[in-house]
């Protein structure tokens, strides 16, 4: 006896499937390469439509009394933002004698601080000449600037200086006075106050003294710095070469391009939740999957074309098969894949018709059926309202459909079984349980599932183990077999196997 504690915990079910989504993604190729394209085409056109202006360029040495060995960079990124104020922009405007606003011309040129003490100014004008013009015009207000700055900053520090030094040598003179106003006495307490004075007036003297060595250098420093600010690279043109930028922003539109396409496709797999993996399929339609046939291409070369070709002709031999192996009608349902399934029925009843008459059911609602190229002594196609008739006429193969709009009650007069053939990523996940629903509210059980134009590199297993419906191995009943007694012995039907876990799954 088990007991709900004894029963294995259903496995947990991820928020997003990664294998689901890699294969959304890559089935929705075309979107993202598009977009890929049209960045591509995007960026070169960009390149050739709107080239860049004429851009001058020249360099800076810039030196700096505070300059330090393992200084980071903070002197030159200061420099940096002094050179984009109004006042070094008004300044070079005055150098040129232009009118234009110093808030228009700060938005022509920027500063680079290639290294601590090393400024590159970037210019952009409407010609060459204008461009280096602006170039050398604000590298020269810039060093004017920095030269005066650095100057005041000199005289200030010496003035201070000085003006120490100046109120020392008051206290000297005072000092000095007391020493010459006191006569020699014996006292010791003279001596030991004349010795003080003495002692102040040499600290004075060499304070006084260091003072005046203070602000010389201060005066003396100037000049090396000045000397060392000056420009090191003259104004010249930036090269531009239209192949090289095309190529540049051609590259960089295909990665945006694909990055957006990527995102998109990735977003809108995740919030439409169309299955594309079989085992997916097979898990919301309760059914497994039988066969697979890839959708015809009209580009696919001649080894793919032979390729497609013997899927289609084991496709037909599966589900001739299947419908001899019941008394019962069967039918084609369609989502997706209208012109698909017309193809396979056809070719299905042409495999049937070597065995007797067979009539296909047209159930679609559009005219792919009809409009199908068919050879002289294929099966004969009749409506869906002559559905009775039909069945007077020899075996009866339905096609129809369970796509948005279907009459779930017409289904039955096309076949009490049905195959689905389904396209894959067609329909939602919430869909593909409405048609499950549908069918088992119709007593129309699902021999299997056709898979159209699955994802080529899909290993999963589109099979489902735990139900009556097991593909082809097994239907929900079994020819009646007699007893010894001569009497018919009701056999039973199979048991639900056991769910086997799976690999990554934990078994309880």
Not at 125 to 136: G, I, T
Not at 454 to 471: C, K, N, S, V, Y
Request: with cysteine; glycine share 8%; charged share 25%.
């Amino acid at each position: 006896m088990t007991t709900d504690n004894d029963a294995a915990p259903p496995a947990a079910v991820p928020l997003v499937d990664l294998r689901s989504l890699v294969a959304a993604v890559r089935r929705r190729r075309r979107l993202w390469c598009s977009l890929g394209l049209l960045g591509l085409l995007m960026g070169a056109a960009v390149a050739v439509v709107l080239p860049p202006p004429p851009t001058a360029v020249t360099k800076l040495l810039v030196a700096h009394k505070e300059d330090q060995p393992n200084d980071m960079g903070t002197l030159i990124r200061t420099d940096v933002e002094l050179l984009g104020t109004t006042r070094i922009a008004d300044r070079a405007l005055r150098i040129l004698k232009s009118p234009e606003s110093p808030e228009d011309f700060m938005r022509d040129y920027r500063g680079t601080g290639l290294t601590n003490n090393l400024l590159q100014i970037t210019v952009t004008a409407d010609s060459d000449a204008k461009a280096k013009a602006r170039a050398k015009a604000l590298a020269d207000a810039f060093i004017a600037d920095h030269v005066r700055r650095m100057r005041e900053a000199a005289k200030a520090e010496s003035d201070a200086l000085l003006a120490q030094r100046d109120r020392m040598r008051s206290e000297l003179a005072k000092v000095n006075k007391e020493i010459g106003d006191r006569s020699p006495e014996s006292d010791p307490k003279a001596s030991a106050s004349m010795e003080s004075l003495f002692a102040r007036r040499a600290e004075l003297g060499s304070r006084i003294a260091d003072l005046d060595q203070r602000a010389e250098e201060a005066r003396l420093g100037t000049p090396r710095l000045v000397a060392g600010t000056q420009i090191v690279d003259a104004p010249r043109m930036v090269r531009y070469s239209l192949p090289r930028t095309a190529a540049t922003d051609a590259a960089i539109g295909l990665v945006l391009g694909l990055f957006l396409g990527l995102a998109v496709a990735a977003v809108g797999s995740v919030v439409a939740d169309r299955p594309v993996l079989r085992r997916e399929i097979a898990a919301n339609l309760g059914a497994s999957v039988i066969a697979e046939l890839p959708a015809p291409r009209r580009t696919a070369g001649p080894w793919r074309r032979r390729r497609s070709r013997a899927a289609g002709e084991r496709l037909t031999t599966t589900l001739a098969r299947t419908v001899r192996g019941t008394a019962e009608p069967v039918s084609l349902l369609e989502l997706g894949c209208a012109r698909g399934a017309s193809v396979i029925a056809l070719s299905v009843a042409r495999a049937l018709a070597e065995e007797g008459p067979v009539v296909v059911v047209d159930g679609l609602p559009g005219p792919e059926l009809a409009k199908s190229p068919r050879k002289p002594g294929d099966p004969a196609v009749v409506s869906g309202e002559s559905a009775e008739a039909a069945a007077q006429q020899g075996r009866r193969l339905g096609v129809g459909s369970v796509a948005p709009g279907t009459a779930w009650t017409d289904l039955q007069y096309l076949g009490s079984r049905t195959v689905l053939v389904v396209r894959a990523g067609h329909g939602s996940a919430t869909w593909l349980h409405t048609v499950a629903r549908q069918l088992a509210d119709q007593h129309i059980p699902v021999i299997g599932v056709v898979l159209i134009d699955p994802d080529p590199r899909d290993r999963t297993d589109g099979t489902l183990w735990d139900g009556l419906h097991i593909a082809l191995r097994g239907h929900s009943e079994r020819p009646v077999r007699q007893n010894g007694t001569g009497r018919p012995r009701t056999e039973r039907l199979p048991m639900k196997a056991a769910r086997v876990p799976d690999i990554d799954q934990e078994a309880r």
